[in-house]
């Protein structure tokens, strides 16, 4: 077999089978591993609702809804609900954005936080995974709080810091923060037409069934 001269155009046309084939064998093992990498960040972030909130009996997953960036959940016990599950984050990390699920009690106290995922520093900034730092969360109102800012104590609040890891820190805090804000704001203290935390019915439902019943007992009067 005759030696293919060695030319640029030979060159280019063998980078270019190389990157062709590379390319289908990666988009080949892209599609059999993303339902699996879906189904298995999923599973994590069942577990981590199961870990933060009290005991429940309904599928919080299916009570999902996107706030402000941010996915709560709902969870009751015999038709009361006992909590909220909040899936936050903070682009504030040393290694930048790591996610959060923060679990709400019906009057905004915190019951536990877990770490969903983060890229902080070995042994520094990943201490945020360790109980030590996160229990200290456990039980906390921040609307008891100075200024209801969560903070570290550096910068005059109630947490204590990881040792040489303070950004890391900050940045956790950053991540409860901004679900407490969202959760007090739409559940909370709710808008008008917000859904009763306690009843599952709406300002709007609640005033258009006392408007019919008040109507319905004139017209009766009316009519004796």
């Known amino acids: 077999m005759a030696k293919l001269e060695s030319s640029l155009m030979n060159m280019v046309l063998s980078l270019?089978?190389?990157?062709?084939?590379?390319?289908?064998?990666?988009?080949?093992?892209?599609?059999?591993?993303?339902?699996?990498?879906?189904?298995?960040?999923?599973?994590k972030e069942v577990n981590a609702i199961k870990e933060v909130l009290p005991p429940f009996d309904n599928d919080p997953v299916s009570t999902i809804t996107d706030i402000e960036g941010l996915s709560f959940y709902k969870a009751t016990m015999g038709g009361e609900i006992v909590g909220y599950a909040a899936k936050t984050y903070t682009d504030k990390g040393y290694s930048g954005r790591f996610d959060l699920m923060v679990g709400f009690l019906p009057d905004g106290t915190i019951n536990k936080t877990v770490v969903l995922q983060q890229k902080e520093t070995p042994g520094l900034g990943n201490n945020i995974l360790q109980p030590k730092f996160s229990d200290q969360f456990k039980n906390i109102n921040i609307a008891n709080l100075n200024d209801q800012l969560l903070s570290v104590k550096k910068d005059g609040g109630t947490i204590d810091a990881i040792s040489a890891a303070t950004i890391s820190s900050r940045a956790y805090c950053d991540g409860i923060q901004k679900a407490y804000n969202a959760f007090i704001t739409n559940y909370v203290n709710k808008p008008t037409d917000s859904v009763d935390m306690n009843t599952g019915d709406s300002e709007s439902d609640v005033l258009s069934d006392t408007t019919t019943n008040a109507e319905s007992k004139e017209s009766k009067g009316g009519r004796k």
Do not use: R
């Open 16 to 43: 270019f089978v190389i990157s062709l084939v590379m390319a289908a064998a990666l988009g080949f093992v892209y599609n059999i591993t993303k339902e699996p990498i879906a189904e298995a960040i999923k599973a």
